[in-house]
């Protein structure tokens, strides 16, 4: 019975004209799904369902959301994220052979060709899992790329919380064959159309290309514009992390993220969402805040 697949043009192209017609006519389609995004059951005979494909370098996941969520879409993941994913769906799909009564699980995995990712257009540190820091306290020495810690959390926007994410570097970070130690980590952002922050009531803008990955309930990147076009990782965590429900749920009704940026040894790991907030404000009246509303791809 033919699901009610969306596969678009980006998605088809990635598969092929004749594995997307076996998708539409549920040759490889389940009736039933987890979505990716919102995490909740979705029945592809029933609602509109897109087709998003996460692709790696030398392998590609397919996996299903309910229409409303998000578009059909591909986006780039770290090949070694892909792998992760086929290694639990195998253990999904093999835990529920044993157990009939079990939903079909979510993502079915395929083997399909990819393109490796190009580039990163603009100079990130080393990318690390998040919240990230050096346990001696210690930052980094000069020529040395810093490790970004990435703090997730609602942040008020008048009476609206945002989901929002606190990048902050472990240690000073410099232009490209910058070796002085001189911190230009705020001045790199704002070159790539971030702004500085005023204000944390107020939104920022959305800056064009960049987006924020979360994937099977786990931030997995952020992404950034590519030279040769479409999005690379600017940052990407080693392990997929797991946000809270309430940020989930806030950044998929307002389908985007703020990402807040500091320089190092300005906000510091915050256990609650007040102090982080506490610890933001002081930032910004400091002019040590820059900032940028990002759309979600893939979630």
């Known amino acids: ?27 490889h389609a ?20 897109s087709t998003v494909l996460f692709v790696g370098d030398e392998t590609a996941v397919l996996a299903f959301a309910h229409a409303r969520c998000i ?18 769906i195998s253990q999904a799909q093999s835990d529920a052979s044993a157990d009939a009564a079990r939903p079909q699980p979510p993502l079915p995995a395929q083997a399909l060709p990819a393109q490796a990712l190009p580039a990163q257009a603009v100079p990130a540190p080393a990318p690390a899992p998040a ?26 926007h008048g009476d609206t919380g945002h989901a929002s994410l606190v990048v ?3 240690g000073p970070v410099g232009r490209p064959g ?30 064009p290309g960049w987006s924020v990955l979360v994937a099977m309930g786990k931030l997995h ?7 040769a076009g ?38 510091g790991r915050q256990p609650r969402e007040d102090l982080l907030r506490q610890a933001l404000e002081r930032a910004v009246a400091l002019g040590q805040v820059v900032s940028a509303s990002l759309p979600l791809a893939g979630t």
């Open 71 to 88: 578009p059909s879409q591909v986006v780039p993941v770290a090949e070694e994220q892909l792998a992760g994913a086929v290694r639990s």
């Open 178 to 207: 910058n070796t002085t130690g001189e911190d230009e980590f705020l001045d790199l952002l704002q070159d790539a159309g971030f702004q500085p922050v005023a204000d944390l009531d107020k939104t920022p803008d959305q800056l």
């Open 1 to 27: 019975m033919p699901r009610m697949l969306d596969v678009s043009d980006e998605v088809r192209s990635e598969i092929g004209d004749d594995e997307a017609d076996r998708l539409l006519g549920g040759a």
């Open 221 to 227: 990147a952020i992404l950034q514009p590519a030279a």
């Open 30 to 49: 389940p009736d039933n799904y987890e979505c990716t995004s919102c995490r909740t059951p979705g029945d592809a005979l029933l609602e509109p369902t």
């Open 168 to 170: 902050e570097p472990t």
């Open 230 to 267: 479409g999005s690379t990782g600017w940052w990407q965590a080693h392990q997929p992390l797991q946000v809270t429900d309430a940020w989930r749920f806030a950044a998929n009704q307002l389908g985007e993220v703020t990402m807040y940026a500091v320089p190092a040894g300005t906000v």
């Open 131 to 156: 919240p990230a820091s050096d346990p001696a306290g210690r930052t980094g020495a000069p020529g040395q790329a810093a490790i970004l810690g990435i703090t997730c959390g609602l942040v008020l």
